[in-house]
């Protein structure tokens, strides 16, 4: 896990499977299920670093030899929320890690012409204390993050309790997301160059919904 001191909270996860997996997904050539199952597998993977500090518990157990204090998780303290519609495939990842996790669903596009988010439905867990892992592959202008952030916020979940899991950020996202909400913490597999005339990600993936769902 890497991190740059130019960008407090960003955490980038440099592992080998993941970069590995990553960059078959980038290919142009990849198809629509081939994208969907990368996807899933990268985000079970991201999954186990980003939760490298959930709060524990212990529980009293018997090994064949003794009783001893296992340690646990606390149960039912993870909530994941999909940006729709991209989000949906790393929710499916994350949720094999984290079964009694709640899920939660922001539907957001972005417009046209002002690339602003337009969100179309808010669907989500109690707050009550949950760690909420926000999930969307693309962190590009950032408008989209800090308005599901947003969307958390008046639901009564502060930063300190967020998690951003991206799988391709640009720094002018990433900027935009820490002024906005200096406390939540942003994951990412790579923070790529800048965004073109159209705020596509270079060289990222392409349109991340639309690969993932077969859709133009
Ligand atoms: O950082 P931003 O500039 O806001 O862009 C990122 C957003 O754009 C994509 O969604 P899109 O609007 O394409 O919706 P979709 O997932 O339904 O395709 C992506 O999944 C993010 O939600
Ligand atoms: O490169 C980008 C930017 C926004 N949304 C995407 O799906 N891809
Ligand atoms: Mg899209």
Redesign the pocket.
Known sequence: MKTLPEFPNLFILDHPLIQHKLSHMRDKGRSTNGFRTLLREISLLMGYEITRDLPMTSERIETPLEPMDAPVLMGKKVALVA?????LGMTEGLIELIPSARQGHIG???DHDT?M?VEYLVKLPEPQGRIFIAV??????????VHAIDVLNRHGVPDELIRFMALVAVPE?VRTLHAKHPGVRIYTAALDRCLDGN?YILPGLG????RMFGTK
Request: no cysteine.
């Open positions: 940006i729709l519609r991209a989000g957001l596009y972005r690339k988010p969307d592959p693309m962190l590009a202008t950032g408008n989209s993050a996202g705020a349109d991340a919904g639309d």
